[in-house]
């Protein structure tokens, strides 16, 4: 038995997707088309592949940092979050974003600000980034009255919501749980753009930087800040002007699984591991600028 395809086949050299009675017909571009978009982009000189850094502002960084919680969400408060938020601010401060802290936000609070920052102008600005710091499970954040799904706050910021920052990097910095499992580790062997395209998808110029994988618990010190984001403004303030952002996260990434492990008296939550989660679709190099 073979898939069907609506709209086109394997056989016609044609495009499909993985969805059940979707016609295609007519979505996609003639042959001589492609071949002409084709010779477009060959055409391009490779410092197109990287985003425009020099706009007259890099942009804004917009940091959420919940700490206490109300006693109705059974969420306890979150000592050291207040370490990553200097942290953070630091960073990104000497990277030369405008940066901005708001503490102990409800839910309705934190979409009225990114609502607000949203439907500004970020026309002369390189980039936007957002630090969630907070409680969490898989797909949603926690104001300090509730939680709500983390896609209602992203999605204010899509090329088809937030216009004069399409094309442009987005940056999410989410440490939040994301579920409740442990990782106990395991032992291993060894130690502007228009550029001749009219349209992007609507979901293009994203990164979730995430610090955990989906479904686990993260991790957080009392007096040093959470793994992940202590890690991170670590790795930006050496090489933050240097290596490209997947360079960075993938430092990052490498210093949290390895260099960490939970001390916890609780039974069953000493040794735990931790390993941070990126999820891109950026569509070109970023590198901030130096």
């Known amino acids: 038995m073979t898939d069907k395809d609506n709209g086109s086949t394997d056989a ?19 042959d001589k088309e492609s071949v002409q978009a084709k010779e477009v982009k060959d055409k391009r000189p490779p410092d197109l592949y990287r985003y425009r850094m020099d706009y007259p502002k890099l942009g804004k960084c917009i940091i959420i940092n919940n700490k206490n919680f109300n006693r109705n969400t059974g969420m306890r408060d979150r000592a050291g979050t207040d370490v990553d938020a200097a942290n953070m601010v ?17 839910i ?35 104001g300090t009255d509730g939680c709500l799904e983390l896609k209602e706050l992203t999605r204010l910021f899509r090329g088809n919501q937030c216009k004069s920052l399409a094309g442009k990097p987005k940056l999410f910095f989410i440490q939040a749980c994301r579920g409740t499992e442990l990782d106990p580790g395991i032992e291993t062997d060894s130690s502007a753009d228009s550029e001749g395209i009219n349209r992007i998808p609507v ?13 686990y618990y993260s991790w957080r010190n009392a007096t040093y800040g959470s793994w992940f984001i202590s890690t991170l403004c670590e790795i930006m303030e050496k090489h933050g002007r240097e290596m490209e952002i997947m360079q ?33 679709t950026l569509t070109k190099e970023l590198y901030f600028p130096k």
């Open 90 to 106: 630091k960073v990104f401060k000497e990277l030369g974003f405008s940066t901005s802290v708001q503490t102990n936000r409800t």
């Open 203 to 215: 979901e293009a110029d994203f990164l979730y930087a995430y610090s955990t994988a989906p479904g």
């Open 12 to 30: 016609d050299g044609g495009d499909s997707v993985d969805a059940k009675g979707f016609s295609l017909k007519g979505l996609f571009r003639s």
């Open 108 to 142: 309705s609070q934190m979409t009225e600000i990114l609502i607000k920052a949203s439907k500004e102008d970020h026309s002369q600005s390189a980039m936007f980034v957002c630090v969630l710091l907070s409680h969490g499970d898989e797909g949603v954040i926690y």
């Open 248 to 280: 960075i996260m993938t430092r990052v990434n490498h210093k949290v699984a390895l260099e960490f492990q939970s001390s916890c008296s609780l039974p069953g939550f000493k040794a735990m591991k931790q390993i941070p989660c990126i999820m891109s």
